[in-house]
């Protein structure tokens, strides 16, 4: 049985080839994850589909994450599209521009529960939904953090499948290597999945962006395992035939902690820019800078993959559809 989805996104994204860039002997193409919606793109979009799935409108969504995430303002962005109140617990972050930004827009869209402390949003989150149950209507649904539960790594299976139908069209060669951040490990965990499912050999190399243990190798492979397991018991995926090999952790690119930029980072952002494509400091430029760096280095392979998981456009609430067009 395939589980329910909602098609919010715009798929397939662009794949697009980088050739203005120094990239040293490495041939780069971008998957551009910022356009999967003209609402509001990134890698949370693939996620928000399955994530979203089924709920009727009214019914309240909880999830948590830093002021300035993107998975907090995209459940917010197409949760009120769907009609779904969201309720964002909410930790600090460090205050770049872009953070700010963010937490500016999800401020106008969603219920915020702000806590002093990271440690404090299971807490936090726990105090919410039983609020909510103790108000009547409908119960609410939880969300993981970074939408990284399976459902949410569901649609990056669906990304990988995705990448392995682009590389059959021709749209570029089978990548050697695909690099994405390592935060919640949906992203890196259904990439893999789906990858693999597809018969490709690529390398995943996750940036770690986040505190260990918050992420890690196993920590990702077990996520994919969960989501294969659950592939399986619904007949999707065949019970034998691929290993879930090939995940590389990459450190060495966090700086000072989640959110804070690295000079690496800020380089990465300036030469991205000269080819058009935007990146923000906590995720995308840590990520393209370990990217960058091992290409000149000669270690990426010759084909490399980087998908612009992050949507950098600025955008408005007034933007933001009421609702969306009944598919």
């Not at 399955?50 to 949760?79: D, Q």
């Not at 009120?80 to 617990?89: D, E, K, S, Y």
């Not at 919410?128 to 939880?142: D, F, N, S």
């Not at 980087?306 to 955008?315: E, G, K, L, N």
């Amino acid at each position: 049985m395939t589980p329910p989805r909602i098609p919010i996104g715009a798929f397939p994204t662009p794949v697009e080839e980088v050739s203005a860039l120094d990239t040293g002997a490495s041939c780069l193409f971008v998957k551009r994850e910022d356009l999967a919606s003209a609402v509001y793109g990134g890698n949370k979009v693939r996620k928000l589909e399955y994530l979203l799935a089924g709920l009727e409108p009214g019914r309240p969504v909880v999830t948590v994450g830093a002021s300035g995430s993107h998975h907090l303002l995209a459940t917010a962005i197409h949760g009120r599209t769907l009609g779904l109140p969201v309720h964002a617990v909410v930790s600090p972050q460090h205050p770049t521009l872009h953070a700010r930004r963010n937490a500016e827009r999800l401020a106008a869209l969603a219920t915020l529960h702000p806590v002093g402390s990271r440690a404090a949003l299971p807490w936090q989150t726990a105090r919410v939904v039983a609020a909510l149950r103790r108000g009547g209507g409908p119960p609410p649904r939880v969300v993981a953090p970074g939408g990284s539960e399976i459902a949410g790594v569901v649609g990056w299976v669906d990304g990988g499948l995705e990448i392995a139908a682009q590389v059959a069209a021709g749209a570029l060669p089978a990548p050697d290597t695909v690099w994405v951040a390592l935060g919640s490990m949906g992203t890196a965990a259904g990439l893999l999945l789906g990858l693999r499912l597809a018969g490709l050999a690529t390398r995943v190399r996750a940036v770690r962006v986040v505190e260990w243990p918050l992420a890690s190798g196993v920590g990702a492979r077990a996520l994919a395992r969960r989501t294969l397991a659950y592939l399986r018991g619904r007949g999707l995926v065949p019970p034998e035939g691929f290993r879930l090999d090939g995940l590389e952790v990459v450190e060495g690119y966090l700086g000072r902690g989640y959110g804070h930029p690295t000079p690496e980072g800020n380089a990465a952002e300036r030469v991205a820019g000269t080819a058009g494509l935007g990146l923000e400091p906590t995720y995308t430029a840590k990520t393209f800078a370990a990217c960058l760096a091992a290409c000149r280095a000669g270690t990426a392979g010759r084909t490399v993959l980087f998908p612009t998981t992050a949507d950098t456009r600025a955008a408005s609430e007034d933007q933001v559809p009421s609702r969306y067009d009944s598919p």
